[in-house]
């Protein structure tokens, strides 16, 4: 009961705290700020120790009280609750600048507002930018924490703001006098404490410094940064609808960590290629500001620093600010173990793409010869990092502004006959859902009158976007297909990009489009609303399996079940498997996760007993009762192997152990053919897409050795073209392999059926073209 009480009033201290925003709008002398700041709390005052000291983590209640009392302390800060996070924790912001700043935010968002959109500047638009930039200042927006096993940004946040909020060193009040800083302590609230629990629950046992058994975002984990164009996550519609949407800003600074045995830092410029629809005057920005904070921190002593490496710049999917007139600078810190300190060897370091960490080269250095790496190297690597960029931020005003304004010109100026005029988006099931996205990204969207385009008619409810605006460079990435480079490396093996290779959405949509060049008007009815989309109604019966072993894609199943309302459990492991099977599931799910964890999990010795192994034997024979009596289980991507292991299917993975310069398709939009009589197609088009990453492609076996059922029992419902390339969009080695081999089929066993998928049809809750195949599955009878 007492610690009960004790929790209830840490929280409601934290709550009072955050609803205490500082407002006060009299700006203060620097004299009267100088005698305040020795009252200023230091994080250590409020959260018992110092951020960087080994094996101390805060909670986010800490977080949130931190935050709070600065901002009651300290006339720079203004602290605010944006939202709610999907577990409800609250969705927070320090704004940080010279009280005279803050006194005047509203106009600094109107100087932003224009220079981004040069439209609103009136007839001539040079000379009234020339006046904005001229009182503007550098709005630099740094976000904290979104992978939460990644403690030390969050960390970082509080030593920011604390020297930000109390130090009147001469550099720091020329950051306070030329830049706004949005400061955003965690982009995932919820994964503060998520690790932070499983963190202290392990501390001082053999299991010290592993990663939670669970998602540390409740549905995307890891991928909570891969979804900054689809917009899926509230933390992601928060951010850019309250920060990046409001503000503008000019540099974005996102501080990540990452593996423990490469270099000790990254920075940019990225690596090849970029996504085409990137401004030149971003590539410049990200480019000279990173090459000059490796340059100075390299100067102040730092070691193992990495740039052009490691990381490209293709996806938009982690670059909202690319499109919107921001310079992204991603860093990279190298990881401890959680907060545990660890030993590195100078023979364990390991090369990354485009450096080796061993070696002094052009874009790597000086070398880190090893040793002892915790977590206040990493705090000091990140806070140092951030200051260098806001000192450029603050003496490099003008030019960040001028720069910010050269991109929005461009994007509005008139085009040119031969140039591409618009996007015209027909209304379709699933054009609206496109649509709510490109309305969420600020991208503007037309609904005439009847109209002709491109020798075309267009009825009333078809959506025009014109290119002559500021974001259309996004929606231009978004509707056509990539075109991914064929990168090798000296020996001929496909350079892997760092995420993936395709994100046009309007494949993984089913939108159609038409990109018109001629120039063409239209009339705006006075009433021009969005189209709406129907979804897909609830059902029940649904058992979703969910491993001890986190997986991604068994997260994002779960969101995609319930935004279309399906019903479902989660069952975990073989023993409670067992129990639950008795239960009358219609289907089971087994997302995308590889044959060898489904079964094992993790190994004994690695995490605590009761969270070690898989489905196993036991798992498997429950599984096989109950498809047996009746059934149906549902295999997702690379589960699908499993299936074909566990249950001795006539099927074989034709690209399963084949070198990548003979089969290689990271993350790319395919061409399927499917049999539309088939129930899983029903209401289907004949030819559709197949998200492909890691994905198995089946055959037949007509006589294999030990099949449970014979091929006859296998129905192929969608397969690779023969006559054409299955590659859509993205980058695909070894297209003849595949060509005629299936991506789903149905395997009959018992009274009951499996179902394979050799794709993603929910992938990271953008494919709606193929949540059709996966939703039939699922109501099969």
Same mark, same amino acid.
Not at 436 to 443: D, H, L, T
Not at 458 to 464: D, I, L, M, Q, R
Not at 729 to 752: P, Q
């Given at each position: 009961m007492r610690l009960r009480i004790i929790s209830f009033l840490l929280l409601l201290a934290s709550i009072l705290f955050l609803n205490l925003t500082i407002s006060d709008s009299a700006p203060r002398s620097i004299n009267r700020a100088a005698q305040r700041s020795a009252g200023i709390p230091t994080p250590q005052d409020v959260l018992g120790f110092t951020p960087g000291d080994d094996r101390k983590l805060a909670s986010w209640n800490q977080v949130l009280t931190y935050f709070g009392k600065l901002a009651q302390a300290s006339d720079r800060v203004k602290f605010e609750a944006l939202g709610k996070s999907t577990m409800d924790k609250p969705f927070v912001m320090a704004t940080i600048s010279a009280p005279e700043n803050l006194a005047r935010l509203d106009e600094y968002k109107r100087i932003q507002e224009q220079l981004a959109d040069p439209r609103k500047l009136g007839p001539n638009p040079d000379r009234k930018a020339a006046q904005l930039i001229a009182r503007g200042k550098t709005i630099v927006l740094i976000t904290c924490g979104i992978h939460s096993t990644e403690v030390g940004s969050y960390l970082s946040s509080m030593l920011i703001a604390y020297r930000l909020a109390s130090s009147n060193e001469p550099e720091i009040q020329n950051i306070l006098k030329h830049t706004i800083v949005l400061l955003v302590p965690s982009l995932n609230? @919820?994964?503060?404490?998520?690790?932070? !629990?499983?963190?202290?629950? $392990?501390?001082? $046992?053999?299991?010290?410094?592993?990663?939670?058994?669970?998602?540390?975002? =409740? +549905?995307?984990?890891?991928?909570? !940064?891969?979804?900054?164009?689809?917009f899926t996550q509230v933390e992601t519609k928060i951010t850019v609808d309250k920060i990046h949407n409001v503000w503008h800003p000019q540099i974005v600074h996102d501080i990540h960590q990452q593996g423990a045995y490469g270099s000790r830092l990254f920075l940019p410029p990225y690596m090849q290629p970029v996504e085409p629809n990137v401004p030149k005057q971003i590539v410049a920005g990200y480019t000279e500001l990173g090459n000059w904070m490796a340059k100075e921190m390299r100067a102040q002593g730092f070691q193992g620093i990495t740039t052009n490496s490691t990381y490209d710049a293709w996806s938009p999917s982690r670059a909202y600010s690319h499109y919107h007139g921001g310079v992204r600078v991603l860093s990279e810190t190298a990881s401890c173990k959680i907060a545990t300190p660890i030993k590195v060897k100078f023979d364990e370091l390991r090369s990354r793409e485009g450096y080796d960490p061993q070696k002094q080269s052009a874009n790597f250095g000086p070398v880190w010869r090893g040793g002892e790496w915790g977590l206040r190297d990493i705090t000091k690597y990140m806070t140092t990092g951030a200051f260098l960029l806001l000192k450029h931020a603050a003496e490099n005003r003008e030019q960040w502004l001028r720069r910010f304004y050269e991109i929005g010109k461009e994007a509005v100026r008139p085009r040119q006959k031969t140039e591409l005029f618009a996007f015209v988006i027909p209304k379709s099931q699933h054009s609206a859902d496109l649509l709510?996205? &490109? +309305? /969420?990204?600020?991208?503007?969207? @037309?609904?005439?009158?009847?109209?002709?385009?491109?020798?075309?008619?267009?009825?009333?409810?078809?959506?025009?976007?014109?290119? !002559?605006?500021p974001y259309a460079g996004l929606a231009k990435a978004l509707l056509e297909k990539q075109h991914y480079p064929d990168l090798r490396d000296s020996s001929g093996n496909p350079i892997s990009p760092y995420d993936v290779t395709a994100h046009t959405l309007s494949l993984l949509m089913g939108v159609e489009f038409k990109s018109v060049n001629t120039p063409f008007r239209y009339q705006l009815p006075k009433d021009g609303g969005m189209n709406s989309c129907t979804g897909f109604g609830p059902e029940s019966g649904i058992g979703l399996y969910q491993s001890r072993m986190p997986s991604i894609d068994e997260g994002w199943t779960r969101w995609v079940l319930e935004q279309n309302h399906f019903g479902y459990s989660s069952i975990s492991d073989a023993a409670r498997l067992s129990t639950i099977l008795e239960t009358k599931y219609r289907a089971i799910v087994i997302p995308d996760q590889s044959p060898a964890s489904l079964l094992n999990g993790y190994s004994r010795g690695t995490m605590p007993p009761e969270y070690a192994g898989g489905l196993g034997q036991q798992g498997v024979k429950a599984l096989t009762s109950f498809v047996v009596d009746g059934g149906t289980l549902v295999f997702l991507n690379r589960a699908s192997g499993f299936a074909i292991e566990q249950f001795k299917?006539?099927? =074989?993975?034709?690209?399963? *152990?084949?070198? %990548? $310069?003979?089969? +290689?398709?990271?993350?790319?939009?395919? /061409?399927?053919?499917?049999?539309?009589?088939?129930?899983?197609?029903?209401?289907?088009?004949?030819?559709?897409?197949?998200?492909?990453? @890691?994905?198995?492609?089946?055959?037949?076996?007509?006589?294999?050795?030990?099949? $449970?059922?014979?091929?006859?029992?296998? =129905?192929?419902?969608? %397969?690779?073209?023969?006559?054409?390339?299955?590659?859509?969009? *993205?980058?695909? #080695?070894?297209?003849?392999?595949?060509?005629? =081999?299936?991506?789903?089929?149905?395997?009959?066993?018992?009274?009951? %059926?499996?179902?394979? &998928? *050799?794709?993603?049809?929910?992938?990271?809750?953008?494919?709606?073209?193929? +949540?059709?195949? &996966?939703? !039939?599955? #699922?109501? #099969?009878?």
């Open positions: 609230p @919820d994964g503060v404490d998520i690790v932070k !629990n499983w963190y202290d629950k $392990t501390l001082g $046992t053999p299991y010290e410094g592993t990663e939670p058994p669970e998602l540390y975002h =409740k +549905y995307t984990g890891h991928d909570n !940064n891969r979804d900054w164009y689809a709510e996205v &490109f +309305y /969420r990204a600020g991208i503007e969207v @037309d609904f005439p009158l009847p109209f002709t385009a491109g020798g075309v008619r267009y009825p009333e409810g078809t959506a025009v976007i014109k290119v !002559n605006q299917l006539p099927l =074989k993975n034709v690209v399963a *152990g084949l070198p %990548r $310069t003979d089969f +290689y398709v990271p993350g790319s939009i395919l /061409r399927i053919e499917l049999d539309t009589s088939n129930p899983i197609a029903a209401g289907m088009p004949k030819e559709s897409i197949a998200w492909a990453e @890691d994905s198995p492609v089946f055959e037949v076996v007509e006589h294999k050795e030990g099949a $449970t059922v014979s091929a006859s029992a296998v =129905k192929v419902i969608a %397969r690779y073209p023969t006559n054409a390339n299955p590659l859509l969009s *993205g980058w695909l #080695l070894g297209a003849d392999r595949i060509k005629g =081999k299936a991506a789903l089929v149905e395997v009959t066993l018992g009274n009951g %059926r499996i179902i394979l &998928f *050799g794709f993603r049809p929910q992938y990271r809750g953008q494919s709606l073209a193929t +949540y059709p195949l &996966f939703f !039939n599955s #699922l109501s #099969l009878r």
